[in-house]
């Protein structure tokens, strides 16, 4: 299955979806699916996700010889990163809440030393709204946020490290029902919070210091309705990066 990219001016996009009719939409359970490689085109990269028996990610391998590993213990998950060396570039601590989402994190450099805080908050449906940074001496040097509006991400925000003026502001529209099968959930990171529900057809970005940019996607997928690429291209339709996808 191929979705098609339409360029619409944004006026109409405000008023108008992408609609299908329910019946067009996935036919497997989204939840049992598992990303097993993303291939990024634009580094040549290719990244091997493995899972726990929970289905939770343990790892992340790269070709360039990079790896993340993930450890669980109580409330609390060890994001331990390395470099083809394998000497530690860091390690995040995030600690998870009753709901299984991560409330706060610690970032640690190579050397075990603090480099700073991340203070996370959600919705009741278990989507991330916000994001503060702190640096070692707790103070505060980023703000971001995320508003949903049913079941999909329809804008995000990132301001200056005092959190008030915003640098930059980005509204996202999603095929409708095209679902995902490449979130947060598809890669055993739930602790992250829920995923949009759909497929993000574009967005626009706007920043009064670094100028707007826009960007459109295309999606290919399998007889089972998984998504085995992305395609994202600018507002002159010239190709900016491709990533494929395999499942297990």
């Known amino acids: 299955m191929r979705a098609t990219l339409f360029i619409i001016p944004v006026s109409l996009l405000l008023v108008f979806g992408c609609k299908k009719k329910e019946d067009n939409g996935p036919t497997l359970d989204l939840r049992t699916v598992k990303v097993r490689t993303i291939t990024h085109s634009l580094t040549g990269i290719t ?34 990163k390395r470099d083809a060396t394998n000497a530690t570039l860091g390690t995040d601590i995030l600690l998870i809440d009753s709901m299984g989402f991560v409330k706060n994190a610690v970032r640690l450099d190579g050397s075990g030393n603090v480099l700073g805080f991340d203070e996370y908050s959600f919705n009741g449906n278990g989507e991330k709204t916000m994001l503060l940074t702190r640096n070692a001496n707790l103070q505060q040097n980023g703000k971001y946020e995320w508003i949903w509006s049913n079941g999909n991400m329809i804008q995000s925000i990132v301001y200056d490290s005092a959190g008030i003026q915003k640098v930059y502001d980005t509204y996202y529209w999603f095929y409708d029902p095209a679902g995902t099968s490449i979130g947060n959930i598809n890669t055993g990171q739930s602790f992250w919070g829920a995923d949009s529900k759909y497929l993000i057809r574009r967005y626009i970005q706007y920043s009064d210091q670094n100028g707007n ?14 998504i085995t690429s992305m395609s994202i291209y600018n507002q002159n339709q010239t190709l900016q990066n491709k990533d494929t996808y395999t499942y297990y």
């Open 47 to 80: 990244d091997t996700y493995a899972y726990n028996a929970d289905g939770r990610i343990v790892s992340i391998n790269s070709s360039n010889g990079n790896s993340i590993t993930y450890a669980y213990q109580g409330d609390s998950i060890s994001v331990l």
């Open 213 to 226: 940019s826009y960007r459109l996607f295309e999606y290919e997928s399998d007889s089972e309705m998984r």
